[in-house]
């Protein structure tokens, strides 16, 4: 298992490497959250084949791995490619920081190696040889439940921004009523099940990384507090309405309701 752990690696920073030249290229390091989110859509159906485990087991978790990679850099695939060649406003930011591209190299490499941390479950599924177990069918079951609602959020902030009355104006429908960003809140959801579902599988701490990094990168680092820090610019005081009165992260009743 030690040895595919390392392939998974190698794969991912010449990988990683190759985006990173492209990016280059054509001025637009926005491509990179399409890699990382395609990782697991890449590594787990190697480990499955590589590995000795349950077959049913292989099946299951890469299934559900390779559902949540293929839907998110998909997703977020069409709206880099949609604003091209405008960059991300993160990614701006980093370019005011570093202005050459050695350091966006090492960014890239970086985050190769976080995309190995993400796919570790499904290495250690491929090695496991039990069947699948009632905590597997607990930890799978929250993250079919978890890719459900960040499809439903997506799709909801996309028919809203559809609608032309709706420009400059802040969604509060359905899941976003009871939370400001409930797409980041599933996607932390999505690995907290598949954490669970690995607790009988060897080394099943590390499993946990995943989550914990998620959570971390999505409330500390690039997801919510430069998200909010873009829409107070463009939505001004009734977006400081919306922080008031709705929970940040995870979906509760709005300020006033439910008292």
Not at 30 to 54: E, Q
């Amino acid at each position: 298992m030690l040895t595919w752990l390392f392939i998974g690696l190698a794969i991912a920073i010449v990988a990683f490497a190759a985006v990173w030249a492209i990016c280059v290229k054509i001025r637009n390091y926005s491509f990179l959250d399409v890699a990382w989110s395609y990782g697991v859509l890449v590594l787990a159906p190697i480990y499955a084949l590589a590995g000795p485990g349950h077959f049913e087991r292989k099946i299951a978790y890469t299934v559900l791995g390779c559902a949540w990679s293929a839907r998110l850099g998909t997703y977020i695939l069409l709206r880099v490619l949609k604003h091209h060649p405008a960059e991300d406003v993160r990614y701006e930011a980093l370019r005011q920081r570093w202005p050459g591209p050695g350091m966006f190299l090492l960014f890239f490499e970086l985050q190769a190696v976080i995309a190995v941390i993400f796919s570790l479950p499904f290495l250690f599924a491929a090695w496991m040889p039990l069947p699948l177990q009632e905590i597997d069918f607990i930890g799978l079951g929250i993250s079919v439940l978890a890719l459900a609602g960040e499809s439903l959020a997506d799709r909801q902030m996309k028919r809203f921004k559809s609608e032309p009355e709706n420009k400059g104006k802040v969604c509060q429908a359905g899941l976003w009523r009871y939370s400001r960003h409930p797409n980041y809140f599933f996607e932390f959801l999505f690995w907290v099940g598949i954490s669970i579902a690995s607790l009988n599988t060897p080394s099943a701490w590390a499993t946990f990384l995943c989550p914990l990094l998620m959570y971390y990168f999505l409330t500390k680092v690039t997801g919510i507090p430069l998200t909010e820090e873009y829409a107070v610019k463009s939505k001004g005081d009734a977006y400081r309405e919306y922080q008031r009165t709705t929970s940040a992260f995870v979906p509760w009743f709005r300020r006033g309701e439910g008292e």
